[in-house]
């Protein structure tokens, strides 16, 4: 079993920056992919970011060029820097981890507000 545990969410104003964090433990020798989804209100949970144990990224559309994606292995955590926020930005942000044997794991989120 993995547990994720996700911090850092909280309210901030648009233009604004928040930094996740998502720490995994238990049995965690097999991950692999790590990355972060979110769901807004009404909306389907979408990907946000996702990080290979390489350090390669990938990136939503509408968040490139926005947040950042990063992971250090020796701590097992990843997390997710967001800078410029928007209105649209907010949801609960989930971090989620897919090992080697295709286990799939998540975090219980994070809740992201982003409102004058």
């Known amino acids: 079993q993995v547990q994720l545990v996700e911090s850092g969410g909280g309210l901030v104003q648009p233009g604004g920056s928040l930094r996740l964090s998502c720490a995994a433990s238990g049995s965690i020798l097999g991950l692999n992919v790590m990355g972060w989804y979110r769901q807004a209100p009404g909306k389907e949970r979408e990907l946000v970011a996702r990080i290979t144990n390489g350090g390669s990224a990938t990136y939503a559309d509408s968040v490139k060029g926005r947040f950042t994606i990063s992971r250090d292995n020796a701590k097992n955590t990843v997390s997710l820097q967001m800078n410029s926020l928007k209105p649209e930005d907010t949801a609960v942000y989930y971090c989620?981890?897919?090992?080697?044997?295709?286990?799939?794991?998540w975090g219980q989120g994070t809740q992201v507000t982003v409102s004058s």
């Open positions: 989620n981890t897919v090992t080697r044997s295709l286990a799939v794991y």
